[in-house]
């Protein structure tokens, strides 16, 4: 197991432009999440699936941006309609929950560096 | 939502001290707080946690401690060596939603030999 890939490393595109970035996490972690990284920032969490299901998002993701894990294994991230302050790292992490009070770590992936032109 | 704030922004200290980094949370339902490393341009690495039931954890040259009563946190490392160099980001977390992490800033340290 190489742990949390993600695919594509870096994306530029044109504003206006719909992007889709792909997360494949660790094989046996059921939970996955999706933080945004901008340059001298802490990573902000933007939405989280337990198998399949969207459990959580957050206030910044705006309609243009959507997330799925159809089976429960990889995701993708898409947003549309892309604008300038969609540049950032866009980061994906995975941890196992064994359903009690003991979570486990999160584990993150190397990142989609997206840049709008 | 919650805010974790991190001080300081910057940190240099010379090979051999010690430094520390603290963070403040202000959602008294947080209950676990992990530590990540960051290298220029790779992905964070955990390099320690705490959960709110423990005072004080150690890895090595690596500890944490938590007040859960003034809320705050704080990372320690010993006998710092150049390796050591990189952004350190405190994170709070709730179990209720997810264990979804809630980053400080980042400290960016520097330790000269």
């Known amino acids: 197991d190489t742990g949390v890939s993600q695919d594509p490393r870096h994306k530029i595109t044109k504003r206006g432009q719909n992007v889709t970035f792909r997360c494949d996490p660790i094989?046996?972690?059921?939970?996955l999440y999706w933080y945004r990284q901008t340059l001298g920032q802490g990573p902000e969490f933007l939405t989280y699936?337990?198998?399949?299901?969207?459990?959580?998002k957050s206030r910044l993701l705006s309609d243009r941006f959507s997330a799925e894990r159809p089976k429960g294994s990889f995701s993708t991230l898409e947003i549309q309609r892309t604008e300038q302050g969609d540049s950032a790292m866009y980061l994906c992490?995975?941890?196992?929950?064994?359903?009690?009070?003991?979570?486990?770590?999160?584990?993150f992936g190397d990142g989609t560096r997206l840049s709008i032109l | 939502g919650e805010n974790v704030e991190q001080h300081p922004s910057t940190l240099s200290v010379q090979e051999g001290d010690s430094a520390v980094i603290k963070c403040t949370y202000s959602?008294?339902?947080?209950?676990?707080f992990p530590w990540y490393k960051q290298e220029l341009g790779k992905r964070p690495q955990l390099i320690i946690d705490?959960?709110?039931?423990?005072g004080e954890k150690k890895d090595q040259r690596i500890a944490v401690t938590l007040n859960k009563t003034a809320k705050h946190f704080s990372l320690h490392i010993t006998e710092t060596q150049p390796e050591d160099s990189a952004v350190y980001f405190c994170?709070?977390?709730?179990?209720?939603?997810?264990?979804?992490?809630?980053f400080g800033k980042g400290t960016s340290l520097l330790v000269t030999p």
């Open positions: 992490a995975s941890s196992f929950w064994t359903g009690d009070y003991s979570n486990q770590p999160q584990h």
């Open positions: 094989s046996e972690h059921n939970r």
């Open positions: 699936f337990q198998n399949e299901a969207q459990l959580e």
């Open positions: 959602d008294s339902a947080s209950n676990y």
């Open positions: 705490i959960r709110s039931n423990v």
């Open positions: 994170a709070a977390s709730i179990q209720g939603r997810g264990y979804a992490l809630n």
